[in-house]
């Protein structure tokens, strides 16, 4: 990172209740801001990968299912991606538009180091356009309209090392879309033993994935519905591509947790909370984590109203009737079922209240109260 660049940390008022004392430290940290000053307006021109070149000019991206073919001084679906001479460039490497130090409980992430904290990242772009997109001020627009921070994978690390903080976050918009800067990011860290987590859509192509994977400890996939139909009218994308990744990623061993936004009149009826049950627990395991989380208008869905908290908790009640053993209401701050629970014995093992952890149960992997094995990374 530049000298020029200043960051500071600003911010560490919240109050915080941590009954576990080796989660507290972190856990403080875990609220302050990060804020930077003195942007650069240079884009990358490092080299993409996975693409070929196409014998009668042009190129094709084979990062996401898109299969964008460009074509010289062209870019792809996502904008930041661009064909120079028949060279695909990524135009973000290093260059990041939003950075912030969130609790691991905000990806949302629970099975995965509780308490802890994650440098956050992203850059512009995205490779879909959910119309309830609560990032579209970065995830659709192209890097010229964003401000961007000079800071290469080594800074990063050292932010984190520097920092204390154990885990760097590729989040908000859409980190398929700057696979390279994630890809050497995620390499680095694991050098400097500073883990690294992806929050995607999961809308990224099998080779590339099978090459990320080793440099990743765990993934976040927001599942956007469980129908065809959903992800081409409201998502811009396609549902198998999702759904063959979910499971590569369970078969490959990675730490997995799943979101679905439960979206009014769109994806929330019985029938698909029971498919999508269904399908998590026959393709992923029934002790694979899913969040279902609460919508407020956003963007292109200003015109619906918020989740009601009863289809909440319906949806919360179906995933658990057909066997899922981990199953989470998100954006309801103080619900109960923010909380972890044994599925043996039914005491809680982790409690939480939105992003804080008030109540910690585990001993190693397993419950503190019958030792039955809680499945996750702790």
Partial sequence: MKRRTFIRCVGCGAAVAATQSKLLPEFLGGIQNVCAFDYTTRLSSVEARHYKKKPEGGIECGICPRHCYVTDLERGYCGVRENRSDTYYTLVYGLSCSLNIDPIEKKPLFHFHPGTTALSIATAGCNVNCKFCQNWEISQVRPEQTRNLDLPPKSLVDICRQRNVSTIAYTYSEP??????????????????VKSVMITGGYIEEQPLIELMPHLDAIKVDLKAIREQYYKDIVGGELKPVLDRLIQIKKAGVWLELVYLVVPTLNDTEQEFKELSRWVKTYLGADTPLHYSRFYPQYLLKNLPPTPEKTMENAHAISRAE??????????????????????CG??????????????????????FCKHEIPGIF
Avoid at 180 to 192: I, K, L, P, V, W
Avoid at 357 to 367: A, H, K, S, V
């Fill in 347 to 368: 005491k809680t093992v982790i409690g939480r209240r939105g992003y804080t952890i008030y109540e910690f149960n585990l001993d190693g992997n397993r419950c503190r």
């Fill in 323 to 344: 066997g899922l053993q981990y199953v989470y209401l998100g954006n309801l701050r103080g619900h109960p079922a923010e909380s972890t629970y044994c599925p043996k």
């Fill in 176 to 193: 398929v879309i700057f696979y390279e800067y994630m890809f050497d990011t995620a390499e680095q860290g694991h050098r400097h033993g």
